[in-house]
């Protein structure tokens, strides 16, 4: 579900032989009023069962960690990382082999946008976002 007050303006995606990087733009700032109690969760389709979740209420510097889904309720903790930030955007880079991805594999995966339990925004509207992994001599590989 899309909601009429869009939480981020812009996303984009890449990789590197290492990292899957994704930014988001906001609409207002992290840190306004707006934004209190708002979480971005990124899940993964491909490899399935990954996700992560970031508050989006503050700037600054963000631990995440990433869960791997293990059956239908539990979740276990694949590793956890200080590579997010939100200051005018945000940023975050997860490492390619905690979500056991290889060279050539397609990432596939959807962001929502949370306040507790209630789902207000889901990117894309319709679909998937999907990304090649591409080797070393295209390393540098942007979607938007």
């Known amino acids: 579900m899309v909601t009429g007050a869009l939480a981020i303006d812009a996303i984009y995606y890449g990789q590197d032989r290492g990292n899957f990087y ?16 708002l979480e971005l969760s990124l899940r993964f389709l491909n490899p399935a069962g990954y996700s992560v ?7 600054g510097p963000k631990s995440y960690t990433v869960y791997r889904k293990k059956g239908e309720e539990k979740k276990e903790p694949s590793g956890s990382f200080s590579l997010c ?11 390619l082999d905690i979500l056991q991805a290889r060279i050539g594999e397609t ?11 209630a789902l207000l925004e889901t990117y894309p509207f319709q679909g998937v976002f999907s990304l090649l992994l591409q080797p070393e001599n295209e390393r ?5």
């Open 22 to 37: 994704l930014r988001f733009d906001p609409h207002l700032p992290f840190d306004s009023q707006h934004n209190q109690d």
């Open 53 to 59: 979740t970031v508050p989006l209420d503050s700037t």
């Open 85 to 95: 930030h939100l200051g005018e955007i945000g940023e975050m880079a997860i490492p």
């Open 107 to 117: 990432l596939r995966f959807i962001i929502q946008i949370r306040r507790g339990s």
């Open 140 to 144: 540098i590989w942007w979607g938007v």
